[in-house]
């Protein structure tokens, strides 16, 4: 039997004295294997990653054993680390503006990678990351290697990260949550990239994910954790066919279900839009003159009723996000806006304030979206101080109410978002919004980044606010199950035009596009395929 690339036996990691993190964690990851690590936000799957080669914290206390390829990695010296790190052992981790520098553009931050650990020169770079950009389905890449993060969308990111990761050909691919961001059809592509790396190149494969449908579809066996414990491991299709441990048994059956309820005959339209376009105009030469258009959202036309939901799909530069941020009035648009009866599309700062309370959104990395220097409390209540209390009304125990009902701990409040996990920092911001009652909340991938446990608690969470508060949702997701199981309409997108409108069931059961059909396909495609591996 060959070597293992990677073979871990009694990892115990503790912070700061506290109780241990991970406890006795043991695996092995043979050449070409995939290894998929599940389990709910917090039980400890990144930072057994991260303990793989040193990216831990200082304040981390680590013991056990961690080899790669029979020399250990807990204790090494940085030089041995450093040679370890991206060269054999590469990253893709779940944030992915968090692992791209906002100063550097695209194709700066690929050309750092090829340089430090291959030596490619500069000029001989821009062919192979064009390669990589191609393969991992950037669209027109050409165009975008002088594009900075904050361009991109949060797919688009995820993908140059995964391009990142992918140059140096590593022997050991760790995947934090590499889908996370990507729509269905792009999941495929790069499931399938993963694939087929491994078949030419032996690469083996750490996948950590709460997406428990790919992991039937790439992984060759199983760990489950929770509490940082593994509570079971085995092959991937003896897990799935006859799973042993009650907490597996709960996550394979964790799935959000059903159909939204009916909107009332009588609700009255909360936003509308009507022929709403949003074009950036493209500059260039001395004089800066406006040489073309990028045309991110080209005449879409809605409108969300009180208890309804518009659900919208699309790959990832489609205008989902665009479309969401021109209703809210967060950029410039051409088209009337209407909301509560106010048309908003002309109005500026000082004219919105009053209507701000009244419409919140959820980004889609909440990591980007909370401020590290705030604790819990002050990032929950920040739109009570902008807007004010209600008479009558305590600041600290509506923070508390709301912490409880998105799934959070009330001990949680003076916390800081570096010491959660990502879901858990999801449901921070999904408080923060949900705190003021608006009349309409648009959702930018709410669920991407939480584990399928968690996806259904808040599916419910914002069934049960909506139908309590008669609230209009935009809900923004590359998950067509989620979508489903939420929306009274689905808006489809594509390269900035709405290609297909209609009622939910309309959507998913006749679709009239060809575009439509091959999202929808694509998503059972997954499901097929992963339940094929029985």
Not at 154 to 166: D, E, H, K, P, S
Not at 239 to 259: D, R
Not at 488 to 514: C, S
Request: proline share 5%; charged share 20%.
């Amino acid at each position: 039997m060959s070597t293992p690339i990677l073979e871990i036996n009694g990892l115990t990691i503790r912070f700061n004295n506290g109780p241990n993190a991970v406890e006795a964690v043991g695996f092995t990851i043979n050449p070409g294997e995939t290894v998929a690590l599940v389990g709910e936000s917090g039980s400890g799957k990144s930072i057994t990653a991260l303990s793989t080669v040193g990216l831990l914290p200082d304040s981390a206390k680590v013991s056990g054993s961690v080899k790669y390829r029979g020399t250990e990695m807990i204790g090494a010296p940085d030089k041995t680390l450093r040679q370890v790190r991206g060269n054999d052992i590469s990253f893709i981790f779940q944030e992915p503006m968090t692992s791209l520098n906002p100063l550097h553009t695209i194709e700066r931050q690929l050309g750092e990678s090829l340089a430090l650990h291959q030596g490619v020169r500069p000029r001989d770079a821009r062919g192979r990351i064009l390669e990589l950009l191609h393969k991992v389905g950037i669209h027109d890449p050409e165009t975008r290697l002088h594009d900075y993060p904050h361009t991109l969308s949060g797919g688009q990111r995820q993908r140059v990260v995964i391009a990142m990761a992918l140059a140096n050909k590593p022997d050991l691919l760790i995947a934090d949550e590499p889908t996370t961001a990507l729509d269905v059809t792009i999941q495929a592509q790069i499931l399938q990239l993963l694939a087929d790396l491994q078949k030419s190149e032996g690469m083996a494969l750490l996948f950590i994910t709460h997406d428990l449908g790919v992991v039937r579809k790439i992984s060759d066996r199983v760990c489950v954790m929770q509490g940082g414990h593994i509570v079971e491991a085995g092959p991937t299709r003896e897990i799935f066919a006859n799973p042993q441990h009650e907490y597996t048994k709960m996550l394979l059956s964790a799935e959000p279900t059903g159909l939204p309820k009916p909107v009332k005959e009588d609700a009255s339209v909360i936003v509308s839009a009507e022929n709403l376009r949003v074009w950036f105009p493209i500059k260039r030469g001395l004089m800066r003159k406006v040489s073309g258009h990028i045309k991110a959202v080209n005449d879409a036309s809605f409108s969300i009723r009180a208890g309804e939901t518009l659900g919208i799909v699309g790959e990832s530069g489609s205008g989902k996000t665009t479309l969401a941020l021109a209703t809210m009035r967060l950029i410039s648009s051409e088209g009337p806006i209407v909301f509560l009866g106010h048309n908003i599309d002309q109005l500026k700062s000082k004219g919105l304030q009053a209507l701000r309370r009244d419409m919140q959104m959820v980004f889609q990395d909440p990591y980007g979206s909370l401020s590290p220097r705030m604790t819990v409390e002050q990032i929950i209540a920040e739109g009570l101080d902008v807007h004010g209390l209600e008479p009558g009304q305590d600041r600290r125990k509506l923070v508390e109410d709301i912490m409880v009902e998105v799934g959070l701990e009330i001990g949680m409040i003076n916390r800081y978002p570096h010491e959660f996990s990502g879901g858990q920092r999801q449901r921070i911001a999904i408080a923060r919004a949900m705190i003021l009652k608006p009349k309409l909340v648009i959702l930018d991938e709410p669920t991407s980044a939480l584990d399928m446990t968690v996806q259904v608690q808040i599916v419910e969470l914002l069934r049960g606010l909506q139908q309590k508060y008669g609230l209009a949702f935009m809900f923004i997701s590359h998950d067509l199950k989620v979508v489903r199981t939420v929306s009274h309409k689905v808006m489809v997108m594509r390269r900035g035009d709405v290609v297909e409108t209609g009622t939910g069931e309309q959507i998913f059961n006749a679709p009239t596009t060809d575009y439509t059909r091959a999202l929808i396909a694509a998503a059972i495609d997954l499901e097929v395929k992963s339940g094929a591996s029985e």
